[in-house]
Protein backbone atom coordinates (compact mmCIF):
# COMPACT_ATOMS: atom_id res chain seq x y z
CA UNK A 1 0.00 0.00 0.00
CA UNK A 2 1.42 3.64 -0.83
CA UNK A 3 0.16 6.50 0.33
CA UNK A 4 -1.87 6.75 3.16
CA UNK A 5 -5.76 5.92 5.27
CA UNK A 6 -7.87 9.01 4.42
CA UNK A 7 -10.44 7.42 6.98
CA UNK A 8 -7.58 7.40 9.80
CA UNK A 9 -6.28 10.99 8.74
CA UNK A 10 -9.31 12.85 8.91
CA UNK A 11 -10.37 11.03 12.37
CA UNK A 12 -6.75 12.05 13.65
CA UNK A 13 -7.78 15.68 12.49
CA UNK A 14 -11.14 15.71 13.97
CA UNK A 15 -8.83 14.60 17.52
CA UNK A 16 -6.63 16.99 17.57
CA UNK A 17 -9.45 19.59 16.96
CA UNK A 18 -11.71 18.25 19.92
CA UNK A 19 -8.52 18.27 22.25
CA UNK A 20 -7.79 21.79 20.94
CA UNK A 21 -11.53 22.47 21.96
CA UNK A 22 -10.76 20.86 25.56
CA UNK A 23 -7.83 23.34 25.78
CA UNK A 24 -9.34 26.78 24.95
CA UNK A 25 -12.72 25.25 27.36
CA UNK A 26 -10.20 24.51 30.51
CA UNK A 27 -8.07 27.89 30.08
CA UNK A 28 -11.36 30.25 30.00
CA UNK A 29 -13.02 27.90 32.73
CA UNK A 30 -9.79 28.30 35.17
CA UNK A 31 -9.30 32.36 34.22
CA UNK A 32 -12.90 32.78 35.29
CA UNK A 33 -12.50 30.58 38.28
CA UNK A 34 -9.34 32.84 39.44
CA UNK A 35 -11.31 36.23 38.60
CA UNK A 36 -13.89 35.46 40.54
CA UNK A 37 -11.69 33.72 43.43
CA UNK A 38 -11.29 35.68 46.99
CA UNK A 39 -8.01 35.10 47.17
CA UNK A 40 -5.73 37.90 48.63
CA UNK A 41 -1.93 38.08 49.49
CA UNK A 42 1.59 37.95 48.15
CA UNK A 43 1.25 34.24 46.80
CA UNK A 44 -2.19 35.17 45.12
CA UNK A 45 -0.74 38.06 42.85
CA UNK A 46 2.52 36.08 42.26
CA UNK A 47 0.14 33.10 40.88
CA UNK A 48 -2.07 35.24 38.95
CA UNK A 49 0.77 37.20 37.22
CA UNK A 50 2.62 33.65 36.28
CA UNK A 51 -0.83 32.27 35.09
CA UNK A 52 -1.48 35.38 32.83
CA UNK A 53 1.62 35.63 31.51
CA UNK A 54 3.28 32.12 31.23
CA UNK A 55 0.68 29.34 31.55
CA UNK A 56 -2.16 30.74 30.13
CA UNK A 57 -0.50 31.73 26.54
CA UNK A 58 1.08 28.13 26.47
CA UNK A 59 -2.34 27.07 26.71
CA UNK A 60 -3.44 28.79 23.80
CA UNK A 61 -0.17 28.59 22.07
CA UNK A 62 -0.63 24.15 22.22
CA UNK A 63 -3.91 24.78 20.99
CA UNK A 64 -3.47 26.96 18.22
CA UNK A 65 -0.62 24.02 17.37
CA UNK A 66 -3.05 21.65 17.54
CA UNK A 67 -5.53 22.97 14.86
CA UNK A 68 -2.87 24.07 12.26
CA UNK A 69 -1.78 20.07 12.32
CA UNK A 70 -5.16 19.25 12.36
CA UNK A 71 -5.87 21.22 9.26
CA UNK A 72 -2.37 20.09 7.54
CA UNK A 73 -4.14 16.75 8.06
CA UNK A 74 -7.28 17.60 6.76
CA UNK A 75 -5.80 18.82 3.16
CA UNK A 76 -3.48 16.04 3.23
CA UNK A 77 -6.44 13.54 3.29
CA UNK A 78 -7.99 15.71 0.64
CA UNK A 79 -4.88 15.42 -1.66
CA UNK A 80 -4.59 11.47 -1.16
CA UNK A 81 -8.19 11.44 -1.91
CA UNK A 82 -7.92 13.48 -4.69
CA UNK A 83 -4.63 11.62 -6.23
CA UNK A 84 -6.63 8.12 -5.68
CA UNK A 85 -9.44 9.58 -7.63
CA UNK A 86 -7.27 9.87 -10.05
CA UNK A 87 -7.79 13.97 -9.98
CA UNK A 88 -4.76 15.00 -7.85
CA UNK A 89 -3.28 18.51 -8.50
CA UNK A 90 0.40 17.24 -7.97
CA UNK A 91 0.70 19.16 -5.19
CA UNK A 92 3.34 17.71 -2.50
CA UNK A 93 1.91 16.87 1.21
CA UNK A 94 2.11 19.98 3.36
CA UNK A 95 4.33 19.24 6.44
CA UNK A 96 5.49 20.93 9.76
CA UNK A 97 6.31 24.82 8.56
CA UNK A 98 4.35 25.10 5.28
CA UNK A 99 2.38 28.24 5.23
CA UNK A 100 -1.92 27.21 5.07
CA UNK A 101 -4.73 29.13 4.92
CA UNK A 102 -6.61 29.52 7.96
CA UNK A 103 -10.47 30.70 8.68
CA UNK A 104 -9.71 31.66 12.24
CA UNK A 105 -6.65 32.81 13.96
CA UNK A 106 -8.13 33.02 17.34
CA UNK A 107 -5.63 36.12 17.72
CA UNK A 108 -7.72 38.28 19.79
CA UNK A 109 -10.25 41.17 18.08
CA UNK A 110 -8.13 40.99 15.43
CA UNK A 111 -9.12 39.64 11.74
CA UNK A 112 -8.95 36.08 10.53
CA UNK A 113 -5.47 35.62 9.35
CA UNK A 114 -4.68 35.01 5.87
CA UNK A 115 -1.80 32.54 6.65
CA UNK A 116 -0.72 30.08 9.62
CA UNK A 117 2.30 28.32 10.25
CA UNK A 118 3.30 25.59 12.50
CA UNK A 119 6.79 26.60 13.22
CA UNK A 120 9.31 23.25 14.09
CA UNK A 121 11.67 23.23 16.98
CA UNK A 122 14.20 25.35 15.79
CA UNK A 123 17.62 24.00 16.70
CA UNK A 124 18.90 27.10 17.91
CA UNK A 125 19.24 30.92 18.40
CA UNK A 126 20.82 31.41 14.55
CA UNK A 127 18.48 28.93 13.07
CA UNK A 128 15.58 31.43 15.01
CA UNK A 129 17.31 34.37 13.44
CA UNK A 130 17.85 33.26 10.08
CA UNK A 131 14.17 31.95 9.87
CA UNK A 132 12.69 35.09 11.18
CA UNK A 133 14.96 37.15 8.44
CA UNK A 134 13.66 34.76 6.11
CA UNK A 135 10.07 35.41 6.60
CA UNK A 136 10.35 39.49 6.01
CA UNK A 137 11.04 39.05 2.33
CA UNK A 138 7.19 39.89 0.80
CA UNK A 139 5.45 36.77 -0.48
CA UNK A 140 7.00 34.30 1.35
CA UNK A 141 4.77 34.06 4.27
CA UNK A 142 3.28 37.93 4.59
CA UNK A 143 1.38 40.10 1.80
CA UNK A 144 2.36 43.20 1.08
CA UNK A 145 0.25 44.97 4.04
CA UNK A 146 1.41 42.46 6.77
CA UNK A 147 3.37 41.72 9.31
CA UNK A 148 3.97 38.40 11.09
CA UNK A 149 3.44 37.32 14.92
CA UNK A 150 5.25 34.21 16.22
CA UNK A 151 3.69 32.81 19.25
CA UNK A 152 6.17 30.05 21.06
CA UNK A 153 4.92 27.28 23.50
CA UNK A 154 7.24 28.55 26.42
CA UNK A 155 5.52 32.03 26.21
CA UNK A 156 7.34 34.29 24.72
CA UNK A 157 6.38 36.04 20.87
CA UNK A 158 8.95 37.35 18.09
CA UNK A 159 7.39 39.60 15.60
CA UNK A 160 8.73 39.69 12.48
CA UNK A 161 8.33 43.42 10.28
CA UNK A 162 9.21 43.29 6.48
CA UNK A 163 10.24 46.65 4.65
CA UNK A 164 8.98 48.78 2.18
CA UNK A 165 6.27 47.72 0.03
CA UNK A 166 7.08 50.41 -2.74
CA UNK A 167 10.69 49.98 -3.08
CA UNK A 168 10.69 49.92 -7.35
CA UNK A 169 7.06 51.30 -7.43
CA UNK A 170 8.93 54.56 -9.06
CA UNK A 171 11.86 53.15 -10.72
CA UNK A 172 10.29 54.41 -14.13
CA UNK A 173 10.29 57.70 -12.61
CA UNK A 174 13.71 57.47 -11.27
CA UNK A 175 15.15 56.51 -15.14
CA UNK A 176 13.10 58.98 -16.68
CA UNK A 177 14.25 62.05 -14.16
CA UNK A 178 18.35 60.98 -15.19
CA UNK A 179 17.47 60.59 -18.98
CA UNK A 180 15.72 64.08 -18.37
CA UNK A 181 19.09 65.63 -16.68
CA UNK A 182 20.58 63.86 -19.36
CA UNK A 183 19.62 65.71 -22.04
CA UNK A 184 20.35 69.17 -20.41
CA UNK A 185 23.11 70.81 -22.08
CA UNK A 186 26.27 71.06 -20.61
CA UNK A 187 29.62 69.36 -20.03
CA UNK A 188 29.04 65.53 -18.63
CA UNK A 189 29.49 65.58 -15.24
CA UNK A 190 27.25 68.35 -15.00
CA UNK A 191 24.61 66.35 -16.94
CA UNK A 192 25.02 63.18 -14.65
CA UNK A 193 24.43 65.49 -11.44
CA UNK A 194 21.36 67.12 -12.84
CA UNK A 195 20.18 63.81 -13.92
CA UNK A 196 20.91 62.45 -10.52
CA UNK A 197 18.95 65.37 -8.90
CA UNK A 198 15.79 65.16 -11.28
CA UNK A 199 15.84 61.15 -11.04
CA UNK A 200 15.85 61.49 -7.23
CA UNK A 201 12.93 63.83 -6.77
CA UNK A 202 10.99 62.69 -9.19
CA UNK A 203 11.39 59.04 -7.48
CA UNK A 204 10.19 60.82 -4.20
CA UNK A 205 7.48 62.36 -5.45
CA UNK A 206 6.35 58.84 -7.15
CA UNK A 207 6.78 57.30 -3.46
CA UNK A 208 4.66 60.22 -2.25
CA UNK A 209 1.96 59.77 -4.42
CA UNK A 210 1.89 56.10 -4.34
CA UNK A 211 -1.21 54.77 -2.52
CA UNK A 212 -1.29 51.42 -3.82
CA UNK A 213 -0.91 48.87 -1.47
CA UNK A 214 -2.72 50.64 1.70
CA UNK A 215 -0.26 50.22 4.17
CA UNK A 216 1.75 51.49 6.43
CA UNK A 217 4.61 49.31 4.87
CA UNK A 218 5.29 52.34 1.99
CA UNK A 219 8.50 53.83 0.93
CA UNK A 220 7.51 57.54 2.00
CA UNK A 221 7.26 56.86 5.68
CA UNK A 222 10.52 54.79 5.33
CA UNK A 223 12.44 58.26 3.93
CA UNK A 224 10.86 59.95 6.65
CA UNK A 225 11.57 58.02 9.46
CA UNK A 226 15.70 57.92 8.20
CA UNK A 227 16.26 61.61 7.30
CA UNK A 228 13.72 62.56 10.89
CA UNK A 229 14.38 61.91 14.20
CA UNK A 230 10.94 63.19 15.28
CA UNK A 231 8.60 61.71 12.39
CA UNK A 232 6.25 59.63 14.19
CA UNK A 233 6.82 56.60 13.06
CA UNK A 234 3.55 55.06 11.77
CA UNK A 235 4.25 51.64 11.14
CA UNK A 236 5.35 51.27 14.49
CA UNK A 237 1.90 52.72 15.99
CA UNK A 238 0.35 49.90 13.27
CA UNK A 239 2.43 47.26 15.40
CA UNK A 240 1.59 48.47 19.07
CA UNK A 241 -1.71 48.35 18.06
CA UNK A 242 -1.79 45.03 16.35
CA UNK A 243 0.07 43.17 18.63
CA UNK A 244 -2.21 44.13 21.77
CA UNK A 245 -5.37 43.58 19.16
CA UNK A 246 -3.52 39.86 18.43
CA UNK A 247 -3.83 39.26 22.34
CA UNK A 248 0.24 39.48 23.33
CA UNK A 249 -0.23 39.99 27.30
CA UNK A 250 0.84 43.01 29.00
CA UNK A 251 4.45 42.33 30.39
CA UNK A 252 5.35 39.58 27.47
CA UNK A 253 8.68 38.76 26.40
CA UNK A 254 9.24 39.73 22.82
CA UNK A 255 12.00 39.54 20.27
CA UNK A 256 11.55 41.71 17.26
CA UNK A 257 13.30 41.08 14.30
CA UNK A 258 12.99 43.47 11.18
CA UNK A 259 14.50 44.41 7.50
CA UNK A 260 15.05 47.65 5.91
CA UNK A 261 12.30 49.56 7.26
CA UNK A 262 11.16 47.63 9.42
CA UNK A 263 14.32 47.66 10.95
CA UNK A 264 13.71 50.96 11.67
CA UNK A 265 10.62 50.45 13.01
CA UNK A 266 11.73 47.09 15.14
CA UNK A 267 14.85 49.50 16.58
CA UNK A 268 11.92 52.39 17.05
CA UNK A 269 9.84 50.21 19.37
CA UNK A 270 12.95 49.22 21.01
CA UNK A 271 14.07 52.37 22.17
CA UNK A 272 10.41 53.60 22.76
CA UNK A 273 10.43 53.38 27.14
CA UNK A 274 6.29 53.82 27.04
CA UNK A 275 6.20 50.35 24.85
CA UNK A 276 9.64 47.93 25.90
CA UNK A 277 8.79 47.69 29.77
CA UNK A 278 12.65 45.75 30.27
CA UNK A 279 13.73 48.03 32.44
CA UNK A 280 10.30 47.69 34.36
CA UNK A 281 8.94 51.75 33.28
CA UNK A 282 6.45 51.32 29.89
CA UNK A 283 3.47 53.43 29.96
CA UNK A 284 -0.28 51.91 28.74
CA UNK A 285 0.17 48.88 26.60
CA UNK A 286 3.71 47.84 26.75
CA UNK A 287 6.17 44.57 26.79
CA UNK A 288 9.54 43.45 27.62
CA UNK A 289 11.36 43.14 24.09
CA UNK A 290 14.52 41.45 25.23
CA UNK A 291 16.02 41.33 21.50
CA UNK A 292 15.97 43.45 18.56
CA UNK A 293 17.33 42.33 15.04
CA UNK A 294 17.40 45.16 12.76
CA UNK A 295 19.19 44.21 9.10
CA UNK A 296 19.89 45.94 5.74
CA UNK A 297 19.25 49.50 7.87
CA UNK A 298 21.52 52.41 9.14
CA UNK A 299 20.57 52.22 12.31
CA UNK A 300 23.25 52.33 14.65
CA UNK A 301 22.43 55.91 15.60
CA UNK A 302 19.29 54.94 17.04
CA UNK A 303 21.01 52.44 19.66
CA UNK A 304 21.51 55.15 22.21
CA UNK A 305 17.77 55.01 22.74
CA UNK A 306 17.49 51.31 23.23
CA UNK A 307 18.09 50.03 26.94
CA UNK A 308 21.38 47.63 28.04
CA UNK A 309 18.61 44.82 29.03
CA UNK A 310 17.20 44.93 25.16
CA UNK A 311 19.76 43.17 23.12
CA UNK A 312 20.65 44.84 20.14
CA UNK A 313 22.06 42.87 16.58
CA UNK A 314 22.48 45.30 13.80
CA UNK A 315 23.84 43.78 10.33
CA UNK A 316 24.66 45.74 7.26
CA UNK A 317 25.95 44.43 4.19
CA UNK A 318 28.72 46.45 2.76
CA UNK A 319 27.62 46.18 -1.02
CA UNK A 320 23.95 46.74 0.12
CA UNK A 321 23.34 49.78 -1.73
CA UNK A 322 20.16 51.31 -0.22
CA UNK A 323 22.30 51.25 3.59
CA UNK A 324 25.05 52.81 1.93
CA UNK A 325 22.71 55.75 0.28
CA UNK A 326 21.50 55.97 4.27
CA UNK A 327 24.61 56.06 5.78
CA UNK A 328 25.47 59.48 4.16
CA UNK A 329 22.24 60.95 6.41
CA UNK A 330 23.55 59.90 9.90
CA UNK A 331 26.96 60.01 12.13
CA UNK A 332 28.43 56.26 12.52
CA UNK A 333 27.65 55.23 16.22
CA UNK A 334 29.70 52.84 18.21
CA UNK A 335 27.28 49.72 20.25
CA UNK A 336 26.24 51.51 23.38
CA UNK A 337 26.59 48.61 25.87
CA UNK A 338 28.01 45.27 25.85
CA UNK A 339 24.38 43.79 24.83
CA UNK A 340 24.59 45.35 21.68
CA UNK A 341 26.60 44.10 18.47
CA UNK A 342 27.22 46.44 15.41
CA UNK A 343 28.52 44.32 12.42
CA UNK A 344 29.46 45.42 8.98
CA UNK A 345 30.17 42.64 6.91
CA UNK A 346 31.37 41.87 3.27
CA UNK A 347 29.35 39.46 1.19
CA UNK A 348 31.46 39.34 -1.67
CA UNK A 349 29.53 40.62 -4.78
CA UNK A 350 31.21 37.58 -7.08
CA UNK A 351 29.57 34.93 -4.48
CA UNK A 352 26.30 37.10 -6.22
CA UNK A 353 24.26 39.59 -4.71
CA UNK A 354 20.59 39.98 -4.59
CA UNK A 355 18.37 43.10 -4.81
CA UNK A 356 21.28 45.29 -5.04
CA UNK A 357 22.56 43.94 -1.95
CA UNK A 358 19.34 44.84 0.04
CA UNK A 359 17.41 41.64 -0.45
CA UNK A 360 17.26 39.97 3.27
CA UNK A 361 18.56 36.49 1.27
CA UNK A 362 22.12 38.37 1.23
CA UNK A 363 21.93 38.79 5.18
CA UNK A 364 20.43 34.78 6.22
CA UNK A 365 23.33 33.73 3.70
CA UNK A 366 25.98 35.43 5.26
CA UNK A 367 24.45 34.80 9.17
CA UNK A 368 24.30 31.31 8.29
CA UNK A 369 28.06 30.42 8.31
CA UNK A 370 29.40 33.70 10.16
CA UNK A 371 31.48 32.92 13.36
CA UNK A 372 32.36 35.80 14.93
CA UNK A 373 32.72 35.52 18.79
CA UNK A 374 30.54 38.75 19.64
CA UNK A 375 27.67 37.20 16.96
CA UNK A 376 27.78 33.79 18.43
CA UNK A 377 27.57 34.77 21.95
CA UNK A 378 24.57 37.05 20.83
CA UNK A 379 22.98 34.11 19.24
CA UNK A 380 23.15 32.46 22.13
CA UNK A 381 21.75 34.57 24.58
CA UNK A 382 18.60 34.14 21.99
CA UNK A 383 18.39 30.48 21.73
CA UNK A 384 18.43 30.20 25.69
CA UNK A 385 14.82 32.37 25.24
CA UNK A 386 13.24 31.86 21.55
CA UNK A 387 14.21 27.76 20.88
CA UNK A 388 10.85 26.80 20.77
CA UNK A 389 8.34 25.67 18.74
CA UNK A 390 5.32 27.66 17.90
CA UNK A 391 2.86 29.21 15.61
CA UNK A 392 3.11 31.82 13.33
CA UNK A 393 0.18 34.27 11.77
CA UNK A 394 0.11 37.14 9.47
CA UNK A 395 -1.12 40.29 10.72
CA UNK A 396 -2.43 43.33 8.85
CA UNK A 397 -0.83 46.75 9.29
CA UNK A 398 -3.06 48.66 6.81
CA UNK A 399 -2.41 52.64 6.65
CA UNK A 400 -4.36 54.90 8.99
CA UNK A 401 -6.48 56.23 6.76
CA UNK A 402 -7.62 52.43 5.72
CA UNK A 403 -10.82 51.12 7.44
Known amino acids: MYGASVADMRAAAQQLTIEADQLDASQNRLTTDLGAMRWLGAVAVRFSDVWATAHKPRMAVTADFLRVNADILRRQADEQQGASDGAGTGATYLASGTIVP?????????????????????????????????????????????????????????????????????????????????????????????????????AIDGWYDNNDPVSVRKMKYAIEVARNPDFVNPYSERVMQQMRAAGIPQGAEVMLVGHSYGAYTAMDLAGNPKFNSIDGVGEGYSVRVTHVVAAGADTDWMLGDVPPATHALILNNKHDAVVNAENLIHSDADPQHPGHVDIRFNNNPSAGLKGSGHHPDNYTSWLSKADRPELKSWLADVGEKYTSPGVAYSVRVPDEATP
Open 102 to 202: CVDAGLGSLEPSRHVMAIPMPRDGREVVIEALHGTADGRRTESDEIEIRKLENGRYVVVLPGVTDLSSAGGELRAGFVDGFTSPGPVGLNAGIGAIHGVDR
